[in-house]
């Protein structure tokens, strides 16, 4: 008998400590939508399970990065295996079935734009679905079950032949991934797309172009390679597969117009057709140095809002380190990282919003473009300020780099545990002895002015601080209600109003350098029925103050290398 009650309490003990089985994947497959020859729309599937009650609460994609409302691009969906299916709003799905029963969710992905837009009106998250190519990002193609951790798999399917695919989920080679790397995607294809790839350390780096740009292939792969071998030489360690996805738009006359975003192993950039290589250097370095901030320092805040609060780290250092790390690798001459900061640092003195409070950054940034540029100027003077302070104090021993990388080892060792980047950069810079918190406080929070040390910089480089004409547009814009913009607030002593422009006259695109007094400010109205280009000097009464980096007149190619070097905080 003690023998039996032996193997019945073993057995026991075997099931209390048997694992739960882990959750089967949500199985997405993608596939073009081809009729008479031409694209017309991205097929989904979804493969899952009804939970233990037979219900599923579907989220279809709606609100990413200021851009709302994506359910409307999801078309005919449908559910396989459930018994019922309600909307309880137009973003969402209640799906009802047998417990735990098998279902298959399938809807069209059908494009934002009937026609193919220029680089002015496109909206990145929006997917674009034009008869010979696509570009999509994961937030506006995958509907996912409410609070899903996953896992998930991808698979693309159905394509004829010499129709192109490229994605940063093909990394995961089918199997399961993370929902956030799922969402966190590009996807781009069609007949025209070219693949390049290029080894790195062992690992593919793969460039996807949509059509062509003024600059080969070639070239921008060139260009790429180099500033992400110069930014994995900073940080040290191996890296895995990346994707850059590369795609032209219409251009605008008299503007260049270039964007990107980083997609966690990849990178996608949009630009007007004509952009020259130039201009897309600085954004390649910005895109592919999230690859690290803030995700593997830390990370940020779940949600928008929370997000926008801490972009003063994420978005500011990155645009820092974009500039250093590029005149340490090359890509950015001496001469061109003083005339990258010298903008920053006119629009910075330039803004109406310079001492706005990081509350209203938060609450505009989606609606303004001067206050959504306010946390990459405020984040980067910072880290240049907190930079120079370290180097001070340790005679040039210790930098912020030190504090980065630190701060990179810290999360890895703590995971899920590690505090947020912000929060994880204030704890690692203390044990640098610097104490960030009071700056934080006085300068994102309540928007107290910055101001450059005249020796941010070392080398051959000064700040000057001095006074500069007031840059003013002149004009107020406002948002009518069928979506269309108009002049207003037009002053009448001003430049705009000197140059023609007038209330109510609708604003068709913008171009300038905000805080540039002595480059044309243009902007196209439509007058009555007849669309014009107003050019006029942004230029103000009075004067206001102003910093600029200078670099002294004669420098010989030895102490120019030599000032390179040293400004790039290269060792």
Request: proline share 7%; net charge neutral.
């Amino acid at each position: 008998m003690r023998l039996v009650q032996s193997i019945l309490a073993v057995a026991a003990l075997a099931c209390l400590g048997a694992a739960k089985p882990a959750p089967a994947p949500l199985a997405y497959t993608v596939s073009p939508e081809i009729r008479d020859g031409a694209l017309v729309a991205l097929d989904v599937s979804l493969a899952l399970h009804a939970g233990p009650d037979g219900r599923v609460q579907l989220e279809l994609p709606d609100a990413s990065a200021g851009v709302t409302e994506l359910w409307r691009n999801i078309k005919d969906l449908k559910v396989e295996g459930a018994s019922g299916v309600a909307t309880p709003s137009p973003a969402e799905r209640l799906i009802q079935a047998a417990p735990g029963a098998p279902l298959t969710v399938r809807y069209r992905v059908v494009s934002a734009f009937d026609h193919d837009p220029s680089v002015s009106e496109l909206e990145t998250y929006q997917p674009l679905i034009r008869p010979t190519r696509f570009w999509v990002y994961g937030e506006a193609l995958f509907a996912l079950p409410k609070d899903s951790k996953g896992p998930a798999s991808f698979r693309w399917v159905g394509a004829p032949a010499g129709f192109g695919f490229a994605s940063d989920l093909e990394h995961a080679g089918g199997k399961p991934m993370a929902i956030a790397d799922l969402q966190e995607s590009v996807l781009v294809g069609g007949p025209d797309l070219t693949v390049v790839e290029r080894r790195l350390d062992g690992a593919p780096l793969r460039v996807a172009a949509l059509g062509r740009f003024g600059f080969t292939t070639a070239a921008f792969v060139d260009l790429a390679a180099k500033t992400i071998a110069g930014e994995r030489a900073f940080w040290g360690g191996k890296e895995g597969p990346f994707l850059v996805a590369l795609t032209p738009l219409g251009p605008v006359s008299g503007s260049i117009s270039v964007r990107g975003e980083g997609r966690g192993d990849a990178f996608a950039i949009q630009g007007g057709a004509d952009t020259p290589l130039d201009f897309i250097k600085g954004l390649l370095a910005h895109e592919y140095f999230h690859t690290w901030n803030p995700r593997r320092l830390g990370g940020m805040h779940d949600g928008d809002v929370a997000e926008r609060a801490d972009y003063w780290f994420s978005e500011g250092f990155t645009d820092f380190y974009a500039r250093r790390l590029a005149l340490r690798s090359e890509t950015f001459s001496l001469q061109a990282f003083v005339e990258a900061w010298n903008q920053v640092l006119k629009e910075y003195a330039a803004s109406p919003n310079r001492t706005a409070p990081n509350a209203k950054v938060v609450a505009d940034f989606w609606k303004d473009s001067d206050v959504q540029k306010l946390p990459y100027r405020r984040g980067a003077i910072l880290a240049a300020t907190w930079d120079r302070e370290l180097r001070a104090r340790s005679g040039g021993r210790v930098g912020l780099d030190d504090v980065m990388r630190a701060m990179r080892d810290r999360a890895a060792k703590l995971g899920a545990k590690s505090p947020k980047a912000p929060q994880l950069f204030e704890e690692t810079a203390r044990d640098f002895g610097l104490e960030v918190g009071p700056d934080v406080e006085r300068i994102v929070e309540t928007g107290a002015a910055i101001a450059l040390p005249q020796d941010a910089f070392g080398g051959c480089i000064t700040v000057a601080t001095r006074p500069a004409p007031v840059f003013e547009r002149g004009y107020e814009i406002k948002t009518r209600a069928d979506g269309s913009h108009a002049l207003t607030k037009v002053a009448p002593d001003g430049p705009a109003y000197a140059a023609g422009l007038r209330d109510g006259m609708t604003v068709r695109r913008i171009s300038g350098w905000t805080g540039n007094v002595e480059k044309p400010w243009e902007v196209w109205v439509l007058d009555e029925t007849v669309e014009r280009r107003v050019s006029y000097l942004p230029i103000g009464k009075g004067t206001m103050t102003q910093q600029q980096l200078e670099l002294p007149k004669e420098l010989t190619p030895t102490a120019y290398d030599a000032c390179a070097r040293a400004v790039a905080a290269a060792r």
